[in-house]
């Protein structure tokens, strides 16, 4: 098969033979493959000025076409041993889906010191938990959950029918267009799940988003991980709280916070469950907690609705509902039918809720903080009970 003469090898290394006078230089000749990524790569850049907000920017040839601009930062560790797996995954993961409520990468181009920018679509709403925080001002309906939480199981099924994991949803990774759609966002910590004999690390999933099983260190999992992390913000939507929020926070408190509000893990009712390497529990054992018990807290979604919520939220990743399960289930087709966009309340400040997305350099787990970033440190954590 014919090859590009641009990518050609040469049949000797050029340092062993050296260009005599007698051989005229052809101007025609292709561009060394350096030189032209580079040139590609400045053309890409100058399509782009940059706007007065932190990663807000629009196309020269267009100013009402705006984007969003995510720079990866190469810094010296990343000069010796190459730019971080995460940032690279999440740019593969997003080249890879094309969606309507999954964030648009449009392109990709480096600038000063190398660093990576990542051209993504502008989202100017916000994002969900902006409007779930404001109780004062925004109020939605059952109808408003419906919808976004439709968006979002569908951006999910998309991702595990790709045989990706995103591994970090929560309301903060869901932007918000300004036609009202959602969008997942943050792919730093997605990973392929394409071999089910490959193991995966446990330690990932923003905490409070986290499924038992990765509590207990399982290292082979599937989408079931993702859809624990929907639940939690299909609950998150209905009572305008965060239903995992253990204090002081960590795995052992979170752990016991999910046997008190769902039920502690046992063989019973997860066969298996205690070969786990990471399985400890309570020494009391709670059970399982029923449907009664579940409408008591969100009965405003409806009956369906928390069967669909329970069915979320079951402990044993094998019975808990894959995303094609969910979307299959009743609850989107019983009244009220979801809202429609143009419908939906929107809370704005889209500006700084992306310029907070785009700091982030992606695939990092929160340090110090559930959220994982400076929304995180608002909530009034001294208020909460024990």
């Known amino acids: 098969m014919a090859t590009s003469p641009a990518f050609d090898v040469p049949a000797e290394p050029p340092y062993k033979r050296q260009k005599t006078s007698s051989e005229p230089m052809n101007p025609s000749s292709p561009a060394p493959v350096a030189d032209l990524a580079e040139q590609l790569d400045n053309q890409e850049r100058k399509k782009y000025v940059k706007g007065k907000k932190i990663g807000s920017a629009h196309l020269v040839s267009d100013p009402q076409k705006l984007v969003a601009i995510k720079k990866i930062k190469v810094g010296a560790e990343v000069k010796a041993f190459g730019i971080s797996y995460d940032s690279l995954r999440e740019i593969k993961f997003l080249q890879e889906l094309d969606h309507p409520n999954i964030i648009k990468l449009h392109a990709v181009f480096s600038s000063k010191g190398q660093n990576l920018n990542l051209v993504l679509e502008h ?16 109020s939605y309906t059952p109808a408003d959950i419906k919808s976004w939480m439709l968006m979002l199981m569908r951006a999910t099924y998309f991702c595990h029918q790709n045989f990706i994991l995103h591994r970090d949803i929560k309301p903060n990774n869901l932007l918000i267009a300004a036609n009202g759609e959602i ?122 609705g928390v069967d669909l919520l329970m069915k979320m939220l079951t402990l044993d990743p094998r019975k808990r509902l894959s995303a094609e399960q969910v979307l299959r289930h009743s609850f ?48 009034d954590f001294g208020a909460m009970n024990g």
């Open 183 to 304: 969008k997942l966002a943050d792919f730093g910590l997605a990973r392929s799940f394409a071999d089910p004999f490959q193991p995966m690390t446990y330690n990932t999933v923003t905490t409070w988003y986290r499924p038992p099983e990765l509590f207990f260190q399982a290292q082979y999992y599937g989408g079931r991980v993702d859809i624990w992390s929907c639940g939690c913000v299909f609950a998150e939507l209905i009572a305008r709280d965060v239903l995992f929020r253990a204090w002081p926070e960590n795995e052992i408190n979170m752990v016991k916070l999910i046997c008190e509000k769902v039920g502690t893990p046992t063989d019973d009712n997860w066969p298996g469950v205690s070969k786990l390497k990471g399985y400890v529990t309570p020494s009391e054992v709670i059970p399982i907690r029923s449907k009664d018990q579940w409408m008591m807290g969100f009965r405003a979604i409806g009956e369906t």
């Open 123 to 138: 989202l100017p709403q916000g994002d969900l938990l902006k409007l779930v925080q404001d109780t004062a001002n925004i």
């Open 332 to 379: 989107w087709t019983e009244s009220p039918r979801p809202s429609r966009l143009e419908d939906l309340p929107k809370k704005g400040g889209g500006i700084e809720a992306m310029g907070e997305e785009l700091k982030k350099k992606g695939g990092e787990l929160p340090n110090g903080s559930a959220r994982g970033d400076k929304i995180a440190r608002k909530i």
